[in-house]
């Protein structure tokens, strides 16, 4: 019998979701693409970007940061639809209960990160002088705290999700939910940190987008 994402049979894995249900998963499926496809042509169209020495978070820095700000909220709204879908097809197992919240809190995690941005530093937006913030401003520390938390939500919500799958024998989705909960929990490299950041990013939104769209499929 085959198993969905969310380690549940797909041939009866869940009461069929109303129609809102289906709109909110397709709404969490779309937020990493769209977050993904918006920091892209703006790496390789904004001037000074290197993705060597800047995060993708600094990308909301200067006159065109509205662009990546608005990236980042779409995304945690997107993270927030994705957490009313599972909370409204996910009602029964392990992780029913911690799965939407989890999920919920990196939604709610990337909006601030979006709305609170980093500090100009390393030369970009162009004219910042090169080398790092003489000191953080608070909504750099802001954001900073937002993301970490955002992304360690997420990890545990890879865990939860992990240990739900090999309960119930789905032994390819609870691998690929440890692998994802991994890489997101390693410590930060100094020396390739915005390149670690890029791909905790495309990590943390591959598993969203695959779970999302598991989950609308089989319900």
């Known amino acids: ?7 549940t049979p797909a041939t009866a894995a869940v009461p069929a979701p109303h129609r809102p249900a289906g709109r909110l998963l397709l709404a969490g499926a779309l937020a990493g693409p ?3 496809a918006s920091a892209t042509v703006q790496m390789l169209t904004r ?10 978070s600094q990308l909301s820095t200067g006159d065109l940061g509205w662009i990546q700000i608005a990236a ?8 927030l639809a994705l957490a009313g879908g ?11 209960r911690a799965l939407p919240v989890l999920v919920g809190i990196f939604g709610a ?26 000191r953080m401003s608070w909504h750099g520390i802001t954001h900073s705290a937002a993301a970490a938390v955002s992304f360690t939500a997420l990890a545990i919500a890879a865990v939860v999700l992990a240990v739900r799958c090999a309960r119930r024998r789905a032994v390819p989705v609870a691998v690929g939910s440890g692998a994802a909960a991994l890489v997101l929990l390693l ?27 598991s989950l609308r499929r089989s319900a």
């Open 34 to 36: 769209v977050f993904f």
């Open 187 to 213: 410590p930060m490299s100094p020396e390739h940190m915005s390149i670690q950041i890029a791909l905790n990013g495309l990590v943390a939104f591959t598993w969203t987008t695959v779970l999302a769209l």
């Open 72 to 79: 980042f909220v779409l995304a945690g709204l997107g993270g």
């Open 109 to 134: 995690g990337m909006i601030a990160a979006g709305v609170f941005t980093m500090d100009p530093e390393n030369g970009f937006p162009a004219g910042t002088p090169d080398g790092p913030a003489a």
């Open 1 to 7: 019998m085959a198993t969905t994402a969310a380690g």
């Open 86 to 96: 599972i909370r409204r097809t996910v009602t029964e197992g392990v992780g029913r």
């Open 47 to 56: 001037e000074g970007f290197d993705i060597t020495r800047h995060p993708i």
